[in-house]
């Protein structure tokens, strides 16, 4: 049963930081590329950024230098290191594997709400 639970949201200052965490089920996890997702208020789910299953990362320009994204494969979880937030970050943010076709992707799990605010 595909199972993806993320957690580690809440309300921060502008130029404050966040740990996302998304723990998934093995049959999603293994040798997929893994990506965090944000849907901000009134807009389209966005891909944030993505990590392959030998570690390599790729981020959107707007969140380049300022987040990390990891994975821990012995735990089928990847991680979201966010720094310097701005207040455009708002939004849930939801992981999923990353492929070509995933806005029309069936499941999601019930996301972590982040809101930057001051």
């Known amino acids: 049963q595909v199972q993806l639970v993320e957690s580690g949201g809440g309300l921060v200052q502008p130029g404050g930081s966040l740990r996302l965490s998304c723990a998934a089920s093995?049959?999603?996890?293994?040798?997929?590329?893994m990506g965090w997702f944000r849907q901000a208020p009134g807009e389209e789910r966005d891909w944030v950024a993505s990590?392959?299953?030998?570690?390599?990362?790729y981020y959107a320009d707007s969140v380049k230098g300022r987040f990390t994204i990891s994975r821990d494969n012995a735990m089928n979880s990847i991680y979201l290191q966010m720094n310097d937030l701005k207040p455009e970050d708002t939004g849930v943010y939801h992981c999923?594997?990353?492929?070509?076709?995933?806005?029309?992707?069936?499941?999601w799990g019930q996301g972590t709400q982040v809101t930057v605010s001051s």
């Open positions: 999923n594997i990353v492929r070509p076709n995933w806005r029309s992707y069936e499941y």
């Open positions: 093995g049959s999603i996890f293994s040798k997929n590329i």
């Open positions: 990590v392959s299953d030998i570690g390599r990362t």
